[in-house]
């Protein structure tokens, strides 16, 4: 029995049949010997019956039912009958429950090394947010590929403009990236390797294969609403090392990115001054409307005295007046400025200023005022473009003040730039207003035109300098140009 027991445990590999009649096997050695020790061979017997099953409760009746066997025939050739052997049976049946409960407790601890192993395995070559490879897990599917001497396509893939995609829903970044690498993974199930490598960056292992350019296209379409550069290489056309293949890549891919970085900038360039253009031509439409309108008005009612103009003939001539004024400023608002430019001395364009404006200040009453803190500072500018500015910012100053006031113009040097302020008493810019009185055709005033103000931001814009507004109502407003002082 014993041989015939060593036999079924050295052939149960191959002979599986051998497991279902062990128990009987050893049962019979056991009676047949009737030797104590044999409970070892039972544990044994438990283990390699209990080792392919995962839960206690499938393992347990098991134990118990050959720990009975081992008892009852155990009292059959015990001699006394007695509480001693009572009790070691009731400690072989325990001893029986403790291995199979230490046995799953080691059991799953191994397992769980084993998939702690295998997840900081996973996470070392792979991305955790989509599953792809992640940089490691890229380099080395190209090292192992290039050592295998197979040639492949490496096709690198750089996906933004994130706001425009599925923008209704809300999907968040992650869920972007994600799905993007779930469509890669769909649209190229042959390729070695897929990798996100870099943030929002994909990298794309493949054998070489025909109409790379229209399955590339078929993702692109299943993106929609992403902008995404792409470049394509061939190992070992491009390079035979691995660094200059990659290099040669990358910068493939970056000067991808650069023409589309151009392309957009210019669309949004052509649709901001498309966007302006129209907008520039629907105010002119309506300012000229108003006085055509009134002009057609008075000659209509002319009709009715024999064609006699004379008693409109003033309203007339003023209506045609502003046409005339209107067209005049809307043509040097928008006509390409022809460059002037040269450093000149500020100083002394100021004091022209002041000598055109003291007589008009003079006849209504103002007084005008000019405190420079530095005369030596000159500015690359178009000298008659500043005069022009400076002076409609203090006609509209003087026009601000209804009783007599003062127009203070100061200059003063801070750092590289000068800043130049037009101030005045009068009753200032309601704070509604303020954000809009730079805008084309935007007027408070009965007769005022709207460019004005437009016009001198552009000069001003064009002497690579800015113009802004401080205004507080009932005190008087301050505007001020500040531009670039030129270096000596």
Same mark, same amino acid.
């Given at each position: 029995?014993?041989?015939?027991?060593?036999?079924?445990?050295?052939?149960?590999?191959?002979?599986?049949?051998?497991?279902?009649?062990?128990?009987?096997?050893?049962?019979?050695?056991?009676?047949?010997?009737?030797?104590?020790?044999?409970?070892?061979?039972?544990?044994?017997?438990?283990?390699?019956?209990?080792?392919?099953?995962?839960?206690?409760?499938?393992?347990?009746?098991?134990?118990?039912?050959?720990?009975?066997?081992?008892?009852?025939?155990?009292?059959?050739?015990?001699?006394?009958?007695?509480?001693? @052997? !009572?009790?070691?049976?009731?400690?072989? &049946?325990?001893? +029986?429950?403790? *291995?199979?409960?230490?046995?799953?407790? /080691?059991?799953?601890?191994?397992?769980?090394?084993?998939?702690?192993?295998?997840?900081?395995?996973?996470?070392?070559?792979?991305?955790?947010?989509?599953?792809?490879?992640?940089?490691?897990?890229?380099?080395?599917?190209?090292?192992?590929?290039?050592?295998?001497?197979?040639?492949?396509?490496?096709?690198?893939?750089?996906?933004?403009?994130?706001?425009?995609?599925?923008?209704?829903?809300?999907?968040?970044?992650?869920?972007?990236?994600?799905?993007?690498?779930?469509?890669?993974?769909?649209?190229?199930?042959?390729?070695?390797?897929?990798?996100?490598?870099?943030?929002?960056?994909?990298?794309?292992?493949?054998?070489?294969?025909?109409?790379?350019?229209?399955?590339?296209? @078929? !993702?692109?379409?299943?993106?929609?609403? &992403?902008?995404? +550069?792409?470049? *394509?290489?061939?190992?070992?056309?491009? /390079?035979?090392?691995?660094?200059?293949?990659?290099?040669?890549?990358?910068?493939?891919?970056?000067?991808?990115?650069?023409?589309?970085?151009?392309?957009?900038?210019?669309?949004?360039?052509?649709?901001?001054?498309?966007?302006?253009?129209?907008?520039?031509?629907?105010?002119?439409?309506?300012?000229?409307?108003?006085?055509?309108?009134?002009?057609?008005?008075?000659?209509?009612?002319?009709?009715?005295?024999?064609?006699?103009i004379a008693p409109w003939y003033e309203v007339i001539m003023s209506e045609v007046t502003r046409v005339t004024d209107l067209t005049g400023e809307f043509l040097q608002f928008s006509k390409p400025q022809v460059n002037h430019m040269?450093?000149?001395?500020?100083?002394?364009?100021?004091?022209?200023?002041?000598?055109?404006?003291?007589?008009?200040?003079?006849?209504?009453?103002?007084?005008?005022?000019?405190?420079?803190?530095?005369?030596?500072?000159?500015?690359?500018?178009?000298?008659?473009?500043?005069?022009?500015?400076?002076?409609?910012?203090?006609?509209?100053?003087?026009?601000?003040?209804?009783?007599?006031?003062?127009?203070?113009?100061?200059?003063?040097?801070?750092?590289?730039?000068?800043l130049i302020s037009v101030s005045d008493t009068g009753s200032g810019i309601p704070e509604s207003s303020l954000s809009s009185i730079f805008n084309p055709f935007f007027t408070t005033k009965e007769e005022g035109t709207g460019l004005?103000?437009?016009?001198?931001?552009?000069?001003?814009?064009?002497?690579?300098?800015?113009?802004?507004?401080?205004?507080?109502?009932?005190?008087?407003?301050?505007?001020?140009?500040?531009?670039?002082?030129?270096?000596?």
């Open positions: 029995m014993g041989i015939l027991l060593v036999a079924s445990i050295w052939g149960e590999r191959r002979y599986p049949a051998f497991r279902v009649i062990q128990w009987l096997i050893l049962g019979a050695f056991h009676y047949f010997s009737q030797l104590n020790w044999c409970n070892m061979l039972y544990y044994m017997l438990i283990l390699s019956t209990i080792q392919n099953k995962l839960k206690v409760i499938e393992t347990l009746p098991i134990s118990m039912l050959l720990m009975l066997q081992y008892t009852v025939i155990r009292l059959f050739y015990v001699s006394v009958m007695d509480t001693y @052997s !009572l009790l070691v049976s009731v400690f072989d &049946l325990i001893t +029986s429950v403790v *291995i199979v409960v230490l046995y799953h407790t /080691s059991m799953n601890s191994e397992a769980e090394k084993r998939r702690l192993r295998e997840k900081n395995q996973f996470l070392t070559l792979h991305d955790p947010l989509t599953g792809l490879l992640n940089y490691e897990g890229y380099m080395e599917v190209l090292h192992k590929t290039m050592e295998e001497e197979r040639s492949f396509l490496l096709v690198l893939l750089n996906v933004h403009n994130f706001s425009g995609y599925k923008k209704a829903s809300g999907d968040p970044w992650c869920s972007v990236i994600t799905g993007t690498g779930s469509m890669i993974t769909n649209q190229f199930p042959e390729a070695y390797g897929i990798s996100r490598y870099a943030g929002d960056r994909f990298a794309i292992v493949l054998p070489q294969i025909d109409h790379i350019e229209e399955r590339l296209s @078929s !993702l692109f379409n299943e993106l929609q609403g &992403l902008e995404i +550069s792409y470049s *394509i290489s061939l190992y070992p056309r491009l /390079s035979q090392t691995l660094q200059q293949f990659m290099t040669v890549a990358e910068d493939q891919l970056l000067q991808q990115q650069r023409s589309q970085w151009i392309k957009n900038e210019e669309e949004l360039f052509r649709s901001e001054r498309l966007r302006a253009v129209g907008e520039l031509a629907a105010g002119m439409a309506h300012e000229i409307r108003n006085p055509l309108t009134a002009i057609r008005g008075f000659l209509q009612l002319s009709r009715g005295q024999a064609f006699n040269k450093p000149e001395k500020l100083a002394q364009c100021l004091e022209r200023v002041m000598s055109l404006t003291e007589s008009d200040a003079a006849s209504r009453g103002h007084r005008i005022t000019l405190d420079m803190k530095d005369e030596s500072v000159s500015v690359n500018m178009d000298r008659d473009k500043i005069v022009q500015v400076l002076i409609n910012l203090i006609r509209n100053a003087f026009e601000a003040m209804p009783d007599p006031g003062e127009v203070r113009m100061d200059m003063l040097k801070e750092g590289d730039r000068v004005g103000l437009a016009l001198c931001q552009k000069i001003v814009q064009d002497h690579n300098g800015k113009i802004t507004v401080q205004s507080e109502p009932g005190t008087g407003s301050t505007f001020t140009l500040c531009l670039p002082v030129e270096s000596n």
